[in-house]
């Protein structure tokens, strides 16, 4: 088993799925979330708020993103596709893992 100092502190995982994989870890490790070990998601979706505890994430705005790429499919079928990209925020949803 892994000493206190030979062991992470933090975990920033690339999706909500892979942090509730890092609480299952950590549980196993008998490392408590937010005291022992600080865990954030990213993407906002329903299972952070459904661990214990509560998740902090970046929550990604999907219903913006299927809007706008529905809007671009659709300019693209009729001929006129738009040009570039676009970059959309996210905002930070503070649970008790951090």
Same mark, same amino acid.
Do not use: K, N, W
């Given at each position: 088993?892994?000493?206190?100092s030979d062991?992470?502190?933090?975990?920033? +995982?690339?999706? @909500?799925?892979?942090? +509730?994989?890092?609480?299952?870890?950590?549980?196993?490790?008998?490392?408590?979330?937010?005291?022992?070990?600080?865990?954030?998601?990213?993407?906002?979706? +329903?299972?952070?708020?459904?661990?214990?505890? !509560?998740?902090t994430t970046?929550?990604?705005?999907?219903? !913006?993103?299927? +809007?706008?790429?529905? @809007?671009?499919?659709?300019?693209?079928?009729?001929?006129?596709?738009? @040009?570039?990209? !676009?970059?959309?925020?996210?905002?930070?949803?503070?649970? !008790?893992?951090?």
């Amino acid at each position: 088993m892994l000493g206190s100092s030979d062991r992470p502190t933090a975990v920033i +995982a690339g999706s @909500d799925a892979l942090a +509730a994989a890092c609480y299952a870890a950590a549980g196993r490790a008998q490392l408590r979330i937010g005291p022992d070990l600080t865990v954030t998601g990213f993407d906002g979706s +329903a299972i952070s708020r459904v661990l214990a505890p !509560e998740l902090t994430t970046a929550a990604i705005p999907l219903a !913006e993103i299927a +809007a706008r790429l529905i @809007d671009r499919i659709i300019h693209q079928a009729a001929g006129s596709p738009r @040009d570039g990209g !676009e970059v959309l925020g996210t905002s930070l949803v503070l649970g !008790e893992s951090s």
